[in-house]
DNA sequence: TATCTAGTTTATAATAATTCTAAACTAGAA
DNA sequence: TTCTAGTTTAGAATTATTATAAACTAGATA
């Protein structure tokens, strides 16, 4: 009970922290995606499933883009680079590296500390390094 | 001339070398792509573009589709992970990475000699390592 | 507490990239 | 020269995303 006030205050307080007024819609999204420990993929398909099954009020898809796009620029989320032509976004926005597996098209995380770079390129005049991802493509 | 005809022939061999028919569409969709000494990046937009417009004959572009695929899956082009959502191709298909400027949304190359890694994890059980690439985000 | 308004949500239309379809064409084997 | 499996093509269909503009609401202000 207070844990769950809590959790919706955190939220809020998040919400607020980049200017986003914490609307009903916008708090329940963020329960879906911050809520649990375990950070994962999703894409705005499976993510508005999620949200419109589960006795949920439903929130229209427009939200569900709006939203992701809007926690995307907040910091909150983290678009994933593939290949495909459809956006895949992360809850986990720690620098870390994937495994791309091109038979079944999945995404694996990797631990920020299994790889290590003993050398980095010097960065184009006038632009700096904001962040560093590395993609292992595997197969059989 | 004779150097028209060998690079010709060169490309036909390998169509060929891969199952692929050399029809007149390809060839010149080859011709476009590895004719010059210089790898570049390119969408089917842009490759559509730069085919039909010089006094080159018309190609629709659902053959460009079809042979970019082809060329792809026979190795000759590599897809770029991006996070937009339209294919991007390279026609450097050795190992390298890239820096991602998100503020121009372009791609660079980055010689596979300038980053070294130090740490590489294990793959899962049953898959191997293909390909790993490094991209590196850049900002002002 | 009631009022007001900028910010937000929504259904739907519009757009963009890609894939599908099935009829016409062609490389090259016989 | 004939034949046919593979290829090309224009256009329709599909998929993901963005735009539109009317209705709604959080929360500041009176």
């Given amino acids: 009970m207070t844990k769950f006030m809590n959790q919706k205050n ?3 307080n998040k919400l607020r922290g980049s200017g986003l007024r914490p609307t009903k819609q916008r708090i329940l999204i963020a329960k879906n995606l911050f809520d649990n420990n375990k950070t ?3 894409t705005v398909e499976t ?5 419109n099954k589960s006795g949920n009020e439903k929130i229209s898809l427009a939200t ?3 939203t992701v796009e809007a926690f995307t620029n907040a910091g909150y989320l ?3 680079l593939t290949s495909k032509n459809k956006s895949y976004y ?3 926005i720690k ?3 994937h495994f791309y597996d091109e038979g079944s098209k999945e995404l694996t995380d990797i631990n920020y500390n299994q790889i290590k ?3 980095v390129p010097i960065p184009p005049k006038g632009k700096k390094i904001k962040n560093l991802e590395v993609v292992i493509r595997i197969q059989k």
Same sequence: chains 1, 2.
């Fill in 10 to 12: 955190e939220i809020i």
């Fill in 117 to 119: 770079l003993s050398k």
């Fill in 78 to 80: 983290k678009e994933i």
């Fill in 90 to 92: 992360d809850t986990n």
């Fill in 64 to 66: 569900i883009y709006n």
């Fill in 95 to 97: 620098s870390h590296h």
């Fill in 47 to 51: 993510l508005n499933r999620k949200i």
């Fill in 40 to 42: 994962f993929h999703f």
